[in-house]
């Protein structure tokens, strides 16, 4: 049986609710959790719309979904991630195992690469041999250059001769992908300051950034993971994976208003080409069922 999407669900909700009736807001509330909006946050969001609604007088269900999309709207965030051309921009990739940060780095590396940018791939991931593995199959497939060490060796090492070789080729895009191994929280955050503080140095002013990889389905655990990533090295941009119909994407709505963090990019598959600039607007219609 296939899932219902969350805006199914709520356009759902308000087709058959009535604003007027008592439970409405409260009832609305609990969706707003449904759909991975956190649970303080929901209930803010809701005291906010229902005042809103009464000293204005707005009233039927379009006008109040349409009030309800303009408060969220504003913690909905992007960014233009666009490397400088004939400079060394490198991109550490973030992201907790599964969530799709491999290929998510492929599919950024695609999208530069069409953009006419020389880009370098950094197995930086040297404790799972399928990591490395699979960035190194990506890059035979898209004819991308791959720097890779042995197993077990010093992530931060491989960063810096991606650099070396990115610079050496005139600048563009290292995309560095990391380990995610969160049970072991405490030197996660150890070695992943050290490839922070090696990236930084191999990139040219101004073009390094830290980006988080986020499942879409994974809901408040998206929202731990962004809080655990931006404490230890500081997060620059989201991009967020597994963003089909079923997913619910309220998680992104709580980041931006928690953290502050932008996506810039919105991933719906596996091929290559499934990856998206972020859009606000669209992505508020999409969640609200309103596009």
């Known amino acids: 049986m296939a899932k219902v999407s969350f805006s199914e669900k709520i356009k759902s909700f308000f087709g058959r609710s009535k604003p007027e009736d008592a439970e409405f807001f409260d009832d609305l509330a609990d969706m707003l959790i449904e759909g991975d909006v956190g649970a303080k946050f929901a209930m803010e969001l809701v005291d906010s719309l229902q ?22 709207l504003p913690y909905v965030k992007s960014v233009d991630l666009s490397p400088a051309e004939g400079k060394v921009n490198v991109y550490m990739v973030l992201g907790v195992n599964g969530v799709g940060k491999t290929t998510s780095v492929a599919k950024m590396a695609r999208l530069y690469h069409d953009r006419g940018l020389h880009v370098v791939m950094s197995a930086s991931d040297t404790f799972r ?27 931060s090492a491989v960063v810096f001769d991606a650099a070396d070789s990115c610079r050496a080729e005139g600048g563009g895009v290292v995309l560095a992908d990391t380990a995610g191994r969160l049970h072991n929280k405490e030197n996660l955050v150890n070695e992943l300051k050290k490839i922070d503080r090696v990236a930084r140095s191999k990139a040219d002013e101004g073009c390094y ?7 879409a389905t994974t809901g408040q655990n998206a929202v731990r993971q ?21 997913a619910k994407g309220g998680c992104v709505i709580t980041i931006g208003r928690e953290l502050g963090l932008p996506v810039a990019f919105v991933c719906t598959g596996e091929h290559y080409e499934d990856i998206a600039l972020m859009n606000p ?11």
């Open 129 to 155: 041999a399928a990591a490395v593995d699979q960035i190194a199959m990506h890059g035979e497939r898209l004819g991308i250059r791959v720097v890779r060490h042995q197993m077990g060796s010093d992530p």
């Open 226 to 246: 962004a809080e655990v990533f931006h404490e230890a090295v500081g997060v620059d941009a989201v991009v967020l994976t597994k963003y089909d119909s079923t």
């Open 281 to 291: 607007a669209r992505y508020m219609q999409d969640f609200l069922g309103t596009a």
């Open 209 to 215: 950034k830290k980006i988080l990889v986020i499942d």
């Open 51 to 72: 005042e809103k609604c009464r000293t204005e007088k707005i009233s039927g269900s379009d006008a109040i979904l349409a009030e309800l999309g303009k408060l969220c």
